[in-house]
């Protein structure tokens, strides 16, 4: 049994029904939220795949990790996996939706890290960097990290630009160590 091809068809038909229902934004936003919970909460997976628990149990743990509220798809949703004995898969399933909703839609995933927090303005302008890259919508992450001392890191899709003073400071002292 080859998971990956599993999950991806099921994406694939959860987005299908998703854009033909116009429901697409709503159903990205609870696999996300599902997504994030699986990355957050190790005990999820252990209790959705325990036998123990009956599928209604079950169902209601998912949907609450979906956040409120699941939209009516999304419950389908849900329901057939458990039904089918798929639940195993579930994550996977998520994650597979969400890379083809963002290829179908076009959205590049991002993330800025800096060492104090980013303006409004200053990640606005970022975004619209990237935008003008990439041709497309991006979802931007902000992350503080004090150890970069100053400047920035921008990663989305394959490309990474490193303008963080650390790094600067880095390729300075291995220029020292060479000479």
Do not use: W
């Not at 927090?117 to 004090?146: C, N, S, Y």
């Amino acid at each position: 049994m080859d998971i990956g091809l599993i999950a991806v068809r099921y994406a694939r038909a959860l987005l299908k029904a998703a854009i033909d229902n116009h429901c697409h934004e709503e159903v990205y936003q609870n696999m996300s939220n599902l997504l994030e919970c699986y990355m957050n909460v190790p005990q999820l997976r252990p209790t959705i795949c325990n036998p123990m628990y009956s599928k209604p149990k079950k169902q209601s743990v998912v949907l609450a990790a979906c956040g409120t509220p699941a939209v009516e798809l999304t419950n389908r949703f849900i329901a057939l996996v458990l039904q089918e004995g798929r639940e195993e898969m579930l994550q996977f399933m998520a994650s597979s939706f969400i890379n083809l909703y963002r290829q179908h839609f076009h959205i590049t995933s991002g993330k800025v890290t800096t060492a104090v927090k980013l303006t409004a303005e200053v990640e606005q302008r970022m975004r619209r960097m990237v935008e003008e890259r990439t041709q497309g919508k991006v979802e931007f992450t902000t992350v503080v990290d004090p150890t970069i001392l100053g400047g920035f890191v921008l990663d989305y899709d394959t490309y990474r630009m490193d303008a963080s003073v650390k790094s600067k400071l880095n390729r300075i002292l291995i220029e020292l160590k060479n000479k």
